[in-house]
C-alpha cells in the first residue's frame, strides 16, 4: 500500500534524507522515530506530494504521487505536524468545505462528518468557530477531516500533539480500529512508548539514513526495547 524505493532529497547541498526503501503492507501501523532533524518531517512530505524527491520513487496505494498525484491523494489522508486551519470557519463548515475538495456528494458528506465528530468528541463544539479550539480539539478536527473521505492509507507526524490523555486514549483506538480495516498507517512520532505500543514495525532515521527497522517482537528481545535502542543508534 505504501512504497517508498531509494528516495533521496537534498537542500543546498545538504542530505535530509538518502536512499530511503520501505514496503508498508495493507493494514499495517508502521512508526518513524529519530532525534530532530534526521528526515522524519521531509520524508512524509515528500509521501504526501508536497515535496518532490531528488531521486527514487513513492507509491501510494500503487500510485506514484509525482506522476499520478491526484489518484495517489486520492487515497491519502493527511495530518500534519502544522497544520492551517481556517479560524472564522466553523468544525462544521470546515468539513463540508474538505468534504468538497474530495467531491464528496452533500448528503453523504454529512452523514459522514456526524460519524467522525462522534467519533472523535467534537459534536459539542460543531459550531463554534475554530479560532475558540484548544490545541487538542483542533488536532481532533484534524484527524476527522482526514477520514472525510475514507482514505486507505493514512500519514500522520507527530499525531498526539496537544492531546489530554483522553484524547490520547481516543485516538490509539482510531488507529487501531483503522488498521483491523485494512487501512495503511504511517506516523512519524517522538513518542517512543506509544510507538513501540501501536506500530507492527518501526524505523529508525537517524542523518537522513533509514538505519534499522524492527517489529513489535523483536523490540521486547532488545533491553530497554524501543527506548534502548532509540539511545543506542542515536549516539
Partial sequence: MISLENVSKSFDGTHAVQNISISISDGEVFGLVGPNGAGK????????????????????????????PLKAKSVLGYVPDKAFLYEKLTAREFMI????????????????IENLFDLFGIKEIEDELIESFSQGMRQRLLFASALIHNPRVLLIDEPFLGLDPFGVRMLKGVVKDLSRNGVTVFLATHSLHIAEEMCHRVGFIKK??????????ELKGIEGGLEGLFFDIGR
Fill in 41 to 68: 518531517t521531509t520524508t512524509i512530505r515528500m509521501m504526501t506530494g508536497l515535496l518532490r524527491p531528488d531521486k527514487g520513487k513513492v507509491l501510494i496505494g500503487g500510485f506514484d504521487i509525482t506522476e499520478e
Fill in 97 to 112: 468545505f474538505i468534504a468538497s475538495v474530495y467531491s464528496i456528494k452533500k448528503s453523504d458528506a454529512l452523514t459522514r
Fill in 208 to 217: 537522513g539514513s533509514l538505519v534499522s527497522i524492527k517489529t513489535r517482537e
